[in-house]
């Protein structure tokens, strides 16, 4: 073996024949590796397993009913808590980003799917025989939403123009959120309307009215800047929605009421 002080061949012992110095014998050993245990071996081994096991799970497990239920539960529960707070307090809908588009989204067709409802019981209550489910329901439902897709878009190009850094999501959450009061202003109008409260109408008329001018004031008003003159960019949008708004949601409920009823006494 080799001395480590005078680097000289020497016999083995504990001491170096040639110099006296102590020799270190830990130093020229060679360390073995240290194998693990058969009972680490085998935790890690059925971690592993475990780990793939599950990983094949979840790649080969379908999309159950009870996931989709859990989903629906939570976007409702979502829904629900994003209606009440902002049935409460309006203005809060400035604050929408896209994360909330959903529930923004759920309120608009929510909306125009209880505009449908209404209308399609008013022309029952107006006709002699029940209209066309296609005609008196379907139809109207795809106008409305039609019109609050035009609307959504017409919001976010003129918002787009003008410098706003919303993007079609946040406008979605927005325009959802300032619907919500006018959609229970329309159906709570009809409600009283139909107990003999006529003078409800006008409020019935302010909620149609508010998808075509105010709410998309309240969205770009929001999200521009102030220093921008919004005069004219307002002007176009509002022209926009009027035009929207008359052959998509003004005429399907007036059009539609009237020439049922002018069905009904042979004028149609």
């Given at each position: 073996?080799?001395c480590?002080?005078?680097?000289?061949?020497?016999?083995?012992?504990?001491?170096?024949?040639?110099?006296?110095q102590?020799?270190?014998?830990q130093?020229?050993?060679?360390i073995?590796?240290?194998?693990?245990?058969?009972?680490?071996?085998?935790?890690?081994?059925?971690?592993?397993a475990?780990?793939?096991?599950?990983?094949?799970?979840?790649?080969?497990?379908?999309?159950t009913?009870?996931d989709?239920?859990?989903?629906?539960?939570?976007?409702?529960?979502?829904?629900?808590?994003?209606?009440?707070?902002?049935?409460?307090?309006?203005g809060?809908?400035?604050?929408?980003?896209?994360r909330?588009?959903?529930?923004?989204a759920?309120?608009?067709?929510?909306?125009?799917l209880?505009y449908?409802?209404?209308?399609?019981?008013?022309l029952n209550?107006?006709s002699?025989?029940?209209?066309?489910?296609?005609?008196s329901f379907?139809?109207?439902f795809?106008?409305?939403?039609?019109f609050?897709?035009?609307?959504?878009?017409?919001?976010?190009?003129?918002?787009?123009?003008?410098g706003?850094?919303d993007?079609?999501?946040d406008t979605?959450?927005?325009?959802g959120?300032y619907?919500?009061p006018?959609?229970?202003?329309?159906?709570?109008?009809?409600?009283?309307?139909?107990i003999?409260?006529d003078?409800?109408?006008?409020?019935?008329?302010?909620?149609i009215?508010?998808p075509m001018l105010?709410?998309?004031?309240?969205?770009?008003m929001?999200?521009?800047s102030?220093?921008i003159d919004?005069?004219y960019?307002l002007?176009a949008?509002?022209?926009?929605?009027?035009?929207?708004?008359?052959?998509?949601?003004?005429e399907?409920?007036?059009?539609?009421?009237?020439?049922?009823?002018l069905?009904?006494f042979?004028?149609?």
């Amino acid at each position: 073996m080799i001395c480590p002080s005078c680097h000289q061949e020497t016999e083995e012992g504990k001491f170096c024949t040639k110099c006296g110095q102590p020799l270190n014998q830990q130093e020229n050993t060679p360390i073995e590796p240290v194998e693990p245990t058969s009972q680490e071996q085998a935790a890690s081994t059925a971690e592993t397993a475990n780990q793939s096991q599950q990983e094949e799970q979840s790649e080969s497990t379908p999309y159950t009913v009870s996931d989709l239920g859990a989903t629906v539960k939570e976007l409702s529960g979502g829904f629900g808590h994003f209606a009440l707070a902002h049935l409460k307090s309006p203005g809060k809908a400035r604050n929408l980003t896209e994360r909330n588009w959903i529930s923004g989204a759920i309120s608009i067709v929510l909306t125009a799917l209880l505009y449908s409802i209404l209308l399609y019981i008013t022309l029952n209550q107006f006709s002699l025989v029940s209209p066309p489910f296609m005609d008196s329901f379907l139809v109207p439902f795809l106008k409305f939403l039609l019109f609050f897709a035009g609307s959504i878009i017409v919001i976010f190009g003129a918002g787009r123009i003008l410098g706003s850094q919303d993007n079609f999501f946040d406008t979605t959450a927005k325009t959802g959120g300032y619907l919500l009061p006018y959609t229970v202003f329309f159906v709570v109008g009809y409600l009283l309307v139909a107990i003999g409260l006529d003078f409800m109408v006008y409020v019935m008329l302010l909620a149609i009215l508010a998808p075509m001018l105010f709410i998309p004031a309240y969205v770009l008003m929001d999200s521009i800047s102030r220093e921008i003159d919004k005069i004219y960019a307002l002007t176009a949008v509002f022209l926009i929605h009027l035009i929207l708004g008359y052959y998509l949601l003004l005429e399907t409920f007036m059009g539609s009421i009237f020439a049922n009823v002018l069905n009904n006494f042979g004028f149609w």
